[in-house]
C-alpha cells in the first residue's frame, strides 16, 4: 500500500534536537479566546483542512483540498480526532500521520485568529509541528477547475 505524504508532522525529526527544542518551546499567549473551526492551510504542502466539531463537541479535523491532483484520493482523511479544550486556545487529541499509518498525541493551540500551531508527539517527548494559516474559503484543484474540495 503506497504511503500518503499528504500530511507527516514527524518528517522534520531528523533535524535534530535543537529542532526539536525550538518546537517545544511555549506559542506565547493569546490575547482574546479564538476559534479553531474553520478552513487552515497548510504552507508547505499546499492542503487544507478543516477545523470541525465531532463526538459531542470535540474537536476534529479532515483533510478537504490539496494541491496536487495525484492527492486528490485523500481528500476526506481525518487527521485531527476527539481533541479536548485543555487550557485557554488549546487543545488536545488524536493525530493522524498518513506517511507512516498510526496515530499519535496531537496539540492544537491557537496563536491568534488566524495563525493556528499544530504539534504531534510521540511518547510525549519527541515532537514536530507547524505553523498553518486561516483561509477564506477551501480552493479546489482539478484540470477542468473543478477540484476535490468537500
Excluded at 499567549?29 to 473551526?37: E, F, L, S
Excluded at 508527539?121 to 486561516?134: A, D, I, Q, Y
Amino acid at each position: 500500500m503506497k504511503r500518503s505524504p499528504v500530511f507527516d508532522p514527524f518528517a522534520r525529526l531528523a533535524a535534530g534536537m535543537a529542532a526539536l527544542a525550538l518546537l517545544a518551546a511555549p506559542a506565547g499567549a493569546v490575547g482574546a479566546a479564538n476559534d479553531p473551526h474553520g478552513v487552515w492551510l497548510r504552507p508547505d504542502g499546499g492542503e487544507q483542512f478543516s477545523f470541525y466539531d465531532c463526538d459531542n463537541g470535540l474537536l476534529c479535523a479532515k483533510l478537504v483540498s490539496v494541491a496536487k491532483p495525484e492527492d486528490a484520493s485523500a481528500v476526506g482523511m481525518v487527521i485531527l480526532r476527539g481533541a479536548t479544550k485543555s487550557g485557554p486556545n488549546e487543545w488536545k487529541g488524536k493525530l493522524y500521520n498518513a506517511q507512516d499509518g498510526k496515530t499519535y498525541e496531537g496539540y492544537v493551540s491557537l496563536r491568534s485568529a488566524n495563525e493556528l500551531r499544530l504539534k504531534g508527539c510521540l511518547w510525549g517527548v519527541l515532537c514536530s509541528g507547524e505553523t498553518w494559516t486561516r483561509v477564506a474559503a477551501v480552493k479546489t484543484h482539478g484540470a477542468d477547475g473543478e477540484g476535490a474540495g468537500r
